[in-house]
Structures are given as structure tokens and as C-alpha cells.
């Protein structure tokens, strides 16, 4: 799937243009003060800047806003050139608040004019990801209004932007769960560069898919619900019955079976309710209050 990760408003057309000697005030040293203007001073007769050019361009694009970029034809500037004291071509400054802050001269490949233009956003306090932020909210949108395989086109069109999002590929492995194709949020999981792999986004990944292996041989509620009530002490129907109300969206309740299974014996199978409890802790948000609510409490039962 082909995204737009503009931001709203944003088109292609706008990041990059070709501006004369009189616009030079207004489209770089005004329009620095908000945003980084990498200038690109090149001429039709140049063959370096015929490579240049495109290449530059393509980065800046990808920065999604983060930063824009004004061609200026040097042959009709030489005013411009002079104070700025360009003696060959092609030659690149970035500009910010007013001011030149980096540059360079001659045709660079992409992966150098990718570090060129990271450095000039980061030195602008900005972020070379830009619209990404934008599209994963999307995508998180789209999952939670049921939509899941459109998340997945979304998350994979981050990834492809960003190999190493750490978002996107948690994303695609809840999007993956909800659609019930475990094999392929597993493989997605595994498949995770190395370097993230042990980010809080994939830890969550992985006790989602825990627990929907969990999910797939659940019990049934009711039945589970009936035989804790005749037998209070029965600590395996309990925990039981705490899977199968979390496998049914209950995760409040399922947090209170273990809870209570924990209270009533902490070391029952190897203290296998504490870690069913610390799953699911990781496989909700931080912040949701099921989480907070059920760590206070089991804090309150280690410590008592």
C-alpha cells in the first residue's frame, strides 16, 4: 500500500521549488524561521547537479515537512552567489532562523545526503520522521474501529519508510491478532530487527500473542464462572476462569481471578499467577488503569 505520510495540507509541491534572486528573502531567510530551507544553487549547464538534484530532492521529501528545499538557478542569482561566496557547483546550504548552519559542495550519495538532512532537522529541534507519527495514529485508529487489515497496509507503509519502528511493528502484530492470524503476527514479531527487539512495543507484542494462544483454548465463561462459585479453593478453575475472561475482552476481571489466586496461595504452579498477571501488565498499555489499579494491588499483597 502506497501511503501519502504528508502532513495534513502538506503536498509534495510544497517541500521543494525553484525560487529566484528576489524570492531568495522571503522563501530562505524568512521562511527559515520556522523551518530548515536547504538551498540547492545549481545551474542548467552543470552535470553534477543534474545527479544531485533529484537525489536531494527525494531525501527531502521523505523528511515529510521536517525540513523544505529551494533550487536556485546560480546563472540568474549571481548576486545572491557572491554574498554568499559560492565559487563552484553544486553547491548546498541549509539555512535555519535566518542563518546558514551546514552545507556542502559537490554531488554526495544518498545515504551522506540522508545524514545531511538528519542533522539539519535535528539541529532545527525537529524530527526527520515527521508525518510517521501521523500515519501510526491512523493506523491505531483503524485497529480499534475493527479495521485491522487496513492497519496492517498502514504499519507496513511505515516500515517501509522507517525499517526500524518499533511502533509500527507492535502495530502489525496486534493488527495481525485481531484479523486471528497468529502464524503471521508471530512471524512478524520474530522477523523484528534485533536492534529493537527488546523494545516495550514488542515485549507487548509478545504477550499479546501469549495470551491469544491462550485465548484460542479458553473455556467457557459461565461454566468457569459456576464451578469457582461451588469451589472457592479450586485455584485452577480460577485461573482458568481468568483466561477466559480475558480471552472475552474482560481484562479487569481477569486481573481480579488472578489476584485473588495469588492471594490465596502465591507459590500455586510455580506462581504461575503472578506471571499471568505481569503478562498481561505487559500486554495493555502503561497507563491503563487496569494496569495501575493491579500493580498497586499486588504490590500491596508482596509487601503486606
Known amino acids: 500500500m502506497e501511503l501519502n505520510l504528508q502532513p495534513q495540507g502538506q503536498t509534495a509541491g510544497d517541500l521543494?521549488?525553484?525560487?529566484?534572486?528576489a524570492d531568495f528573502m522571503a522563501e530562505v531567510v524568512d521562511a527559515s524561521m520556522k523551518t530548515p530551507i536547504i538551498v540547492d544553487f545549481w545551474a542548467p549547464w552543470c552535470g553534477p547537479c543534474k545527479q544531485l538534484g533529484?537525489?536531494?530532492?527525494?531525501?527531502?521529501?521523505a523528511a515529510k515537512g521536517a525540513v523544505k528545499m529551494v533550487k536556485v538557478n546560480v546563472d540568474q542569482a549571481q548576486a545572491i552567489a557572491g554574498q554568499l561566496r559560492i565559487q563552484s557547483i553544486p553547491t548546498v546550504y541549509a539555512f535555519w532562523q535566518g542563518q546558514p548552519v551546514d552545507g556542502?559542495?559537490?554531488?554526495?550519495?544518498?545515504?551522506?545526503?540522508?545524514?545531511?538532512?538528519?542533522r539539519v532537522v535535528q539541529a532545527a529541534g525537529?524530527?526527520?520522521?515527521?508525518?510517521l507519527d501521523d500515519a501510526l495514529a491512523a493506523a491505531?485508529?483503524?485497529l480499534e474501529q475493527g479495521a485491522a487489515a487496513d492497519a496492517v497496509e498502514v504499519f507496513a507503509a511505515v516500515l517501509e519508510e522507517d525499517p526500524v519502528n518499533a511502533k509500527a511493528y507492535g502495530g502489525m502484530v496486534r493488527a495481525h491478532i485481531a484479523t486471528g492470524d497468529l502464524d503471521t503476527a508471530e512471524a512478524v514479531l520474530n522477523g523484528a530487527p534485533v536492534e529493537i527487539s527488546k523494545a516495550p512495543e514488542l515485549e507487548a507484542a509478545h504477550a499479546q500473542i501469549e495470551l491469544a494462544k491462550q485465548a484460542a483454548q479458553a473455556g467457557p465463561v459461565a461454566e468457569l464462572t459456576a464451578q469457582v462459585e461451588a469451589e472457592p479453593d479450586n485455584l485452577q478453575a480460577r485461573f482458568d476462569l481468568a483466561k477466559a475472561k480475558y480471552a472475552h475482552g474482560d481484562s479487569e476481571g481477569a486481573v481480579t481471578e488472578l489476584l485473588e489466586v495469588f492471594r490465596r496461595d502465591r507459590e500455586w504452579n510455580d506462581g504461575a499467577a503472578k506471571a499471568q498477571l505481569f503478562?498481561?501488565?505487559?500486554?495493555?498499555?502503561?497507563?491503563?488503569?487496569?494496569?495501575l489499579n493491579g500493580r498497586r494491588k499486588l504490590s500491596s499483597m508482596i509487601f503486606a
Do not use: C
Open 279 to 291: 503478562t498481561i501488565f505487559e500486554a495493555l498499555k502503561p497507563n491503563d488503569p487496569v494496569v
Open 140 to 142: 491505531e485508529e483503524m
Open 104 to 118: 556542502f559542495q559537490g554531488a554526495l550519495p544518498e545515504s551522506e545526503l540522508k545524514a545531511f538532512v538528519d
Open 16 to 21: 521543494v521549488k525553484d525560487i529566484t534572486e
Open 126 to 131: 525537529g524530527d526527520a520522521g515527521g508525518g
Open 54 to 61: 533529484p537525489a536531494l530532492e527525494k531525501v527531502v521529501t
